[in-house]
Each structure stands twice: as C-alpha cells, then as structure tokens.
C-alpha cells in the first residue's frame, strides 16, 4: 500500500440534515485500498448515517462521496452495489424460505444488475457461502441459524455480490465475546485474502480495535479523532466521547 496512491473512498464535507438536524457535519475521511478502517462513535454519534449515505440508502444534503475517483453521492443503493460497495445490515435480513446457497445466489444476481448466467451466480454465491465459513450443506435452510449464522449469512450476501469495498454495519451486535473474535478475524481474512477494503462501523470499540489499521471516531455527527488503533486508546477526546469528562469517571 502506497502512501501517495489515490484512496478507493473518499468521503469530503460530507453532511446530512433531517429538517432543521444536522445528524452528520462535514464529515471527511478517506480509505486506502485494501485497508480495514474502523468508523467508531457512540449511539447517535452520526455512523448509520454516514453509512448510509455512502451506501446509497440516504441522499447527502452536501458533499461528496468518491469511490476510485468517481463521484457516488446521490446514487441509489442498486447503483452503488453495481460500482463495487457491498454491505451488510446491523439487524441481517434473509429471505427466511430460502436456503442459504439460494439467499446467495440472490445477492450475485443483485450485485451484477441481473447480468450473470446461473452457473457464475452459483460459483460466486458458493464462494461468498465457503468465505464466510457457513456450513458445508449450502442447501441449509436460514431457519435454523443463531445470531452468529445470520451475521457470516449477511456477510456473504455482501460478499456474493463482488465487493472491492465491503461496509460492514455492527457486525458484533448479539454475539458473545468468542463469536465477536471470530467476526473480527473473519473481515481481516477477508481483506488478507481477497485484498476486499473494509469499513466497519460498530458502536463499541472492544475487539475491533485488533484488527482495523485505522479508526476515525465521530460525536455529534463530526469527526473527532482519526489514527491508529493505538492513538485512539491513548487519545483523550476518544475517552471523553465514549467514558465521559474525566471528572465523571469512575477512579
Ligand atoms: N431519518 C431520520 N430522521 C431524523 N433524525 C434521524 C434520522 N436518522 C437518524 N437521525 C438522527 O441522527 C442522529 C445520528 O443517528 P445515527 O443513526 O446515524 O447514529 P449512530 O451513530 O449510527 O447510532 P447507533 O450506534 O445507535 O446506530 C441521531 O440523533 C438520530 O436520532
């Protein structure tokens, strides 16, 4: 990875108002390709939303949102899976009468605007299926997956669809500490072997500070730090953001 190399993301000035709220404020950070950066914050602080406009789901009331150069901002969520971003949702969706092969199937077709044959929507949906380490019976049915079978299901719908830039939405939510590791050293595979850039945005910081190269914390919709995982841990606006004024804390 080059320092002088053009990052694969680039979001600039980038803000959402709901009526008169400003829910995200110029918010400014950038990706390298194929770095895992972690968009941390807590609840409220601006992340979904961020998420969300980058992801296509929200449109931005000002700035940009670059993907290789290129201009995304405004673009509909179909568009934006079509040019290279794959995400998963905080709470996973699948469409529960299909088998898991049949969900991933779905989300190549989805993910290549409806251009694929079946045969390379089945190739890319059973490797989506084997990177999220699901079981071996890709005919499984969704019914009986726990939380930690419907966030690696949700991750390989995101997968099937060819991402170069995965979005990784509170990928921890609902799993005990072993599952949590193992999400974690999940994305990192996934980015060590297929080279996918990761943005995952979680509300607690815990695990995820082991794997991500890069962190940028928001609060009240603004960046307020951004570093390495270490200088986040020593840096004291992140403590003021997630423990309160040091006055307030416990001894
Ligand atoms: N559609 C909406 N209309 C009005 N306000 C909204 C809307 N969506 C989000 N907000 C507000 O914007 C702010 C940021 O919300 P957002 O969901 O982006 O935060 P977050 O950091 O993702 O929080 P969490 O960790 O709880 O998901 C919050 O005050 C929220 O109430």
């Known amino acids: 990875m080059s320092g002088t190399a053009a990052p694969l993301l680039k979001v600039e000035a980038l803000t959402k108002r709901f009526g008169g709220f400003t829910a995200v404020d110029r918010v400014s950070f950038s990706v390298a390709e ?12 601006g992340k979904s939303t961020t998420f969300n406009c980058i992801a296509g789901m929200l449109k931005p009331t000002a700035g940009s949102v670059l993907l290789g150069g290129e201009e995304i901002g405004g673009l509909t969520a179909d568009q ?7 995400r998963t949702f905080q709470i996973p969706r699948p469409f529960r009468g299909l088998s898991l092969l049949e969900n991933a199937v779905l989300a190549a ?26 079981p071996e019976d890709p005919h499984t049915a969704t ?38 590791r193992q999400a974690a050293a999940m994305l990192k595979r996934i980015r060590d072997e297929r080279g996918i850039t990761v943005v995952w945005v979680e509300h607690i910081m815990g695990v995820l500070l082991s794997v991500v190269d890069r962190v940028v914390v928001l609060d009240h919709g603004a960046v307020v730090f951004e570093g390495t995982p270490q200088a986040a841990q020593a840096d004291e606006r992140v403590a003021e953001v997630y423990l309160g004024p040091p006055e307030s804390r416990a001894a």
């Not at 934006?80 to 794959?86: D, K, L, Q, T």
């Not at 251009?115 to 299926?129: G, Y």
């Open 34 to 45: 194929g770095e895992i950066l972690g968009l941390l914050g807590p609840n409220g602080s």
């Open 109 to 134: 077709h989805y993910g290549a605007g409806g251009a694929l044959e079946r045969d390379e929507a089945e190739q890319r949906a059973r490797d989506a299926l084997r990177l999220a380490q699901l």
């Open 80 to 86: 934006v899976c079509r040019r290279g971003i794959g």
């Open 143 to 180: 019914a009986g997956l726990g939380a930690a079978g419907l966030k690696k299901l949700e991750l390989a719908r995101a997968l099937a669809t060819k991402p170069r830039l995965l979005l990784a939405d509170e990928s921890l939510g609902g799993l005990d500490a072993a599952e949590m």
